[in-house]
């Protein structure tokens, strides 16, 4: 069916992605969602993706946003667990377009909080559960599941609905995907877009240092290989160090230089805790 519409879409794109009107709203959407998954990109980046966000922004689906957001959760856990098919396809951009669908609350706040929490709990369930880490597939184009994860808890993080408490968990979900073994050292800026997701969460500044420096500390852990009787027992640093390692880099990086228009609380302290991390990791190159 996707393969047959590919012309109806197309024309839908060369009139600026105007809402058809010889088609109900939900026909047209559950077929866009369902392209979300589609392995060619063609479909997915040039057709589904820009259609869907086109008409979020023009306020098409203002009153239809909870139903929305609802419909993009299923997507969010098919084939979760399996790694090295296209099935992550549909879980990224299933995320990706709720990250779309939260900001489009952030800005007209249509939503109920129990409407969003739901989704934040969906949301992160999936994300630390996800085994697929590729960035790019050849012939499917972008993957970025852990890239689109970040863009949907950056969006959280900005929604009026999360509180302290919520924010703390999405700290604590940005650590766990960080820190989960995996075989992919990340390599398509995934760790600038998890770090980038954090700056988002302490601009907020809802959360205090006393509780982010533990955070940090955690992940800290995470760079120090297991030794016995002083060596190493393993090839280090694993996959996942190193992807911590980046993405503490890039949290560092983005909090010298500014993220957004105004800077943290505590940034100053925010620093020097990231940087001790960086140091303890190699203690040898750094002087304190």
Excluded: C, K
Aim: proline residues 6%.
């Amino acid at each position: 069916m996707v393969v047959m519409s590919q012309a109806y879409w197309q024309a839908v794109r060369s009139t600026g992605h105007d809402l058809p009107t010889d088609r109900p709203l939900d026909e047209l959407t559950a077929e866009l969602v369902e392209m979300l998954g589609h392995p060619d990109p063609q479909l997915r980046e040039d057709l589904a993706y820009p259609v869907l966000t086109t008409w979020l922004q023009r306020g098409v689906y203002d009153e239809l946003l909870a139903g929305l957001g609802d419909g993009l959760l299923p997507g969010l856990q098919l084939g979760l667990g399996e790694e090295g098919d296209a099935s992550v396809v549909r879980r990224s951009y299933s995320a990706l377009l709720l990250a779309e669908v939260v900001d489009r609350d952030n800005a007209t706040q249509l939503l109920t909080s129990e409407a969003v929490l739901g989704w934040g709990d969906a949301a992160t369930s999936w994300f630390v559960r996800e085994a697929d880490h590729r960035g790019w597939i050849p012939e499917v184009g972008w993957a970025h599941a852990i890239a689109h994860g970040a863009d949907l808890l950056a969006a959280l993080a900005r929604s009026r609905h999360f509180g302290p408490l919520e924010l703390t968990v999405l700290l604590d979900v940005v650590a766990d995907r960080v820190l989960t073994p995996t075989a992919h050292a990340w390599r398509h800026g995934e760790d600038d877009r998890l770090a980038h997701a954090v700056m988002t969460l302490l601009h907020r500044d809802a959360l205090d240092l006393d509780l982010v420096e533990p955070w940090l500390a955690r992940l800290g852990a995470g760079l120090q290989p297991p030794r016995t009787r002083g060596h190493l027992t393993t090839e280090w640093p694993t996959p996942a160090a190193r992807n911590t390692s980046a993405f503490l880099r890039a949290l560092h990086l983005q909090l010298a230089l500014g993220s957004g228009t105004e800077q943290p609380a505590h940034r100053a302290d925010l620093i020097l805790a990231v940087l001790d991390q960086i140091r303890a990791e190699s203690p040898w190159l750094y002087r304190s």
